[in-house]
């Protein structure tokens, strides 16, 4: 069979995205996400809105992925799905449904890890985009509202965790700090969208001080805690009046932090190809640090398309395509699991 040819149903259900996407070979035929509103008024998701979120959702967004990609379920090699890292009962919505479709139109089964998806999502062709994917070995920044990981991928299937955070991620950091200054979830892009207007030097943070590839980010949240606490003892309109310049310095400091670490892993592995991938690689300071610095330090960076950022299932059916390739399927009493680490797999 032409490799070109293989078609994979990828099915992600991890947090509080509904998606199912198609691909043919590396190429995208069909990338459906269905988000989930009704986290929006919490501040955050709920687990158990999510689950029952991505019952409605599931059938309808996969019958969507196929139709437009083209093709039957019957023309389907393979179907792929995420087994973790996530929220349990969001995950057990996918996990069961692939499992369904897979027995009912016979075909095998692949098991995905999340946090290598996100990686991995570099390796899609974008029909009518001309794009070179990272060459091995090769640096990724992965920044997500559960993750913040920089991990030296020397292949598809053999990646190493040089540096995580040790409390919070970088997209939670984003959430909680939009959630003091009373904005909905997600507030990664909202702190973005007015990054824009304001000033990053209007207020300064503290440089965490972690050792080695290491991060944190809980104790700026508290800095930014207290700031907002202050500001508003003083004037209670404090956050309207300063939204801009509270946005654009918290950003700035989260961006600096992320740059100076994948710096520092870069001089001491050498590689200097450098990706980032997940939500976070969507906002805006971070891609635009990212491409300054490339200059300054002759980086070749790869920075994802949008669509690819924050969760998706063509960064799903990609990885699946590239296990449907070495024959690893699944069984059927595969269960998801809530953490899952992929250094060994
Ligand atoms: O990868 P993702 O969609 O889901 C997880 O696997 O967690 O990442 C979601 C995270 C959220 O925390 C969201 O606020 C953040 O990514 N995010 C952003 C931006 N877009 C999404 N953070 C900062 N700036 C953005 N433009
Ligand atoms: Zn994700």
Not at 209 to 224: M, V
Not at 297 to 323: E, F, R, V
Request: glycine letters at 8%; charged letters at 20%; proline letters at 5%.
């Amino acid at each position: 069979m032409d490799e070109r040819e293989v078609k994979i149903l990828g099915i992600e259900s991890s947090c509080d995205d509904t998606c199912a996407a198609v691909l043919s070979g590396n190429a995208l035929l069909s990338n459906i996400v269905a988000g989930q509103q009704v986290h929006y008024e919490y501040g955050g998701v709920v687990p158990e809105l999510a689950s029952r979120a991505h019952q409605q959702n599931i059938v309808p967004v996969v019958d969507t992925a196929l139709k437009k990609a083209g093709i039957e379920k019957e023309e389907i090699d393979a179907i792929a799905l995420t087994r973790g890292p996530g929220l349990m009962g969001s995950l057990l919505v996918g996990v069961s449904f692939a499992k369904s479709l897979s027995l009912g139109l016979n075909k095998p089964l692949i098991e995905v890890n999340h946090m290598q998806a996100h990686i991995l999502a570099h390796f899609i062709q974008t029909p009518g985009k001309q794009y070179a994917p990272p060459a091995f070995p090769f640096l990724c920044l992965t920044v997500s509202g559960g993750h913040t990981q920089i991990v030296l991928v020397k292949d598809y299937f053999d990646m190493e965790v040089l540096g995580q955070t040790l409390d919070d991620a970088a997209g939670e950091a984003f959430d909680k700090a939009a959630k003091i200054m009373n904005l909905p979830y997600p507030g990664g892009p909202l702190v973005d969208k007015f990054a824009t207007q304001g000033n990053p030097e209007a207020f300064s943070f503290p440089v965490p001080n972690i050792p080695a590839l290491d991060f944190s980010f809980s104790g700026l949240k508290t800095s930014f805690l207290y700031l907002v606490r202050d500001g508003k003892a003083s004037s209670p309109d404090f956050v309207e009046e300063h939204k801009n310049d509270l946005c654009a310095s918290f950003q700035h400091r989260v961006v600096s932090v992320l740059i100076d670490k994948i710096a520092k892993a870069s001089l001491q592995t050498g590689v200097k190809e450098i990706a980032i991938a997940g939500g976070v690689a969507a906002n805006s300071g971070l891609r635009k640090a990212l491409e300054q610095e490339a200059a300054k330090y002759s980086w070749k960076t790869h920075i994802p398309l949008m669509q690819y950022c924050t969760d998706n299932a063509a960064m799903i059916a990609i990885t699946g395509y590239y296990k449907f390739l070495r024959k690893e399927f699944a069984e059927y009493d595969l269960i998801p699991k809530a953490r899952f680490g992929f250094a060994k797999q």
